[in-house]
């Protein structure tokens, strides 16, 4: 329960620990509260990074609103932002020849990032958009896909390599991605994920 929207949402790594903000988590969320009549098709959600505004698209596919993000941190090897969680993107010429998980392990607990650690995503220009590779802190290894993820990896292809475009194909192991924004003077702000949430399965505590 939340006295401010409703519901409220708490995300668990899969170390046990409570973490930051889910995209992916969120959108499913989202589509469960639905479900389970918690919310109507236009909802309010709490997070740790504050209130989510959600919308449920059909049957399977799921709108989320995320915080405005304002500022990208450069480095030699890649870019660094808060996107709910904090990311690293670097971009890659061949993401086949990536070691995702021991690559990533290594730069996510490198010292020069402002968090203990950080999620780190490789990413590949495509013509239709972004391919992408995360490894997730807490979970400590490479994830399918990543919400957060993929919104960090579409701001730095916006910024850096088509600053025109204000919506970004995402393309993850887990499946497919669309991030839409608007971008007023390098802030990224009406940030949109969108993708399906599928109900796999139910059980019950006895």
Not at 1 to 29: H, L, P, Q, V, W
Not at 66 to 79: C, L
Not at 117 to 136: D, L, P, Q, R
């Amino acid at each position: 329960k939340s006295n401010t929207a409703d519901f409220k949402m708490k995300y668990y790594n899969s170390d046990g620990g409570e973490s930051t903000f889910c995209g992916n988590g969120g959108r499913c969320i989202a589509a469960f509260a639905y479900k389970k009549g918690y919310a109507k098709v236009n909802m309010v959600f709490e997070a740790t990074d504050g209130l989510h505004n959600a919308k449920i698209i059909d049957a399977e596919n799921v709108e989320l609103e995320m915080n405005d993000v304002d500022k990208i941190t450069e480095f030699p090897d890649g870019y660094f932002l808060d996107t709910g969680s904090p990311h690293f993107v670097k971009v890659v010429k061949n993401l086949n020849n990536i070691d995702v998980y021991n690559e990533g392990k290594r730069i996510s607990k490198e010292e020069r990032f402002f968090s203990k650690t950080t999620n780190v995503n490789f990413v590949e220009i495509e013509k239709e958009g972004v391919k992408i590779a995360t490894y997730e802190r807490g979970v400590e290894n490479e994830t399918l896909s990543c919400g957060t993820g993929a919104i960090a990896a579409a701001i730095i292809f916006a910024k850096y390599y088509n600053p025109e475009i204000n919506q970004v194909n995402i393309k993850s192991k887990g499946g497919k991605l669309l991030v839409s924004f608007t971008n007023i003077d390098n802030q990224y702000k009406n940030i949109k994920l969108t993708a399906s949430a599928k109900y796999v399965f139910s059980g019950k505590l006895q």
